[in-house]
């Protein structure tokens, strides 16, 4: 499986970005997606995460802000839409794709920058 990521740059607080995750290969294999990001100096740290049986959850510190979506036409791109974003939002994002069975994937990684 392999995880292309777009989106991400510089925002205002406040302010909203899109991030996308386009998975190819042996996409059925995937249970879960989800978004981690990691600051300078900091873990990497689960962000948001869909199931591919259903399902959602997000870490409490971006509840009501982030949403986590699939693309229903084309189950192999996941978004995370960020709105109300915050200076502690800043990190590096990154996607990672769970397979049912064996060790998951990662996308290249997108800057996310909250700064006035």
């Known amino acids: 499986v392999d995880l292309v990521q777009s989106g991400g740059g510089l925002v205002q607080p406040g302010g909203s970005l899109r991030l996308s995750c386009m998975a190819s290969?042996?996409?059925?294999?995937?249970?879960?997606m989800a978004w981690y990001r990691q600051a300078p100096g900091k873990q990497r740290d689960l962000v948001a995460r869909?199931?591919?049986?259903?399902?959602?959850?997000y870490v409490d510190s971006v509840k009501g802000r982030f949403t986590i979506s699939r693309d229903d036409m084309e189950k192999n791109t996941v978004y995370l839409d960020m709105n109300s974003l915050k200076l502690e939002d800043t990190a590096m994002y990154y996607c990672?794709?769970?397979?049912?069975?064996?060790?998951?994937?990662w996308g290249q990684g997108t800057q996310v920058t909250v700064s006035s």
């Open positions: 869909i199931f591919a049986r259903g399902g959602i959850d």
């Open positions: 990672h794709a769970a397979p049912f069975a064996g060790p998951g994937y």
């Open positions: 290969g042996d996409t059925d294999s995937i249970g879960i």
